[in-house]
């Protein structure tokens, strides 16, 4: 990546990008920090290829993760056929798809596998969509404790539980106005 490394600096906010390279027929998904956006993306454009979207991310991690959804997406699809790396003397050669015409992926189709990874990785990181995990496992827990006959160890977890459902009750009646969830 250009501009050092991207695993050192994934906490800072990124961008996912799709860039493709007529001539080569050939698409790239890569991910890049926001500070080093112009740097690479510029090396890229030097070299013949074109910014199709560019997705921001609150971190890197979101970012390379999208990234990876896609890639994998991909390549088990058997869109396996890759640059040979001296076509992309600015790296990320693993990240492309050659020949992307003979199996029927364009333009179009990766920049909706990038939005559609790129909205999942969002919402999936959403601290509401984790509290709600959270609370899934929980109460998967106390429930084979029950089924299990441990009904009595199960009753302080399941309290907590009840108090902090109520807990983030109160907290969206703050932030919405009571009365936000009812129909």
């Known amino acids: 990546m250009a501009g050092g490394n991207f695993y050192d600096r994934a906490d800072e906010p990124a961008l996912l990008y799709v860039v493709r390279h007529e001539q080569l027929d050939a698409l790239k998904v ?19 290829w ?6 921001d991310f609150t971190s890197g991690h979101q970012a390379l993760q999208a990234e990876r959804a896609v890639v994998r997406f991909l390549r088990d699809c058997g869109a396996t056929d890759l640059l040979p ?29 990038a939005r559609a990874a790129g ?3 969002r919402k999936a990181a959403c601290p509401i969509n984790r509290f709600f995990r959270d609370v899934g496992e929980v109460a998967a827990s106390l429930k ?14 399941l309290l907590e539980l009840l108090g902090a459902l109520m807990e983030f009750e109160a907290r969206l009646d703050e932030a919405w106005g009571e009365g936000w969830g009812k129909v």
């Open 119 to 121: 909205r999942i990785v």
């Open 30 to 48: 890569g991910v890049v920090t926001q500070g080093s956006r112009a740097l690479r993306l510029g090396a890229h454009t030097r070299r013949g």
């Open 50 to 55: 074109t910014t199709e979207l560019t997705l």
């Open 85 to 113: 790396q001296g076509e992309m003397p600015q790296g990320g050669y693993t990240e492309t798809v050659a020949r992307a015409a003979l199996v029927d992926l364009d333009r179009d189709l990766l920049v909706d596998l």
């Open 144 to 157: 084979a404790m029950i089924d299990a006959g441990k009904k009595e160890d199960a009753r302080e977890p």
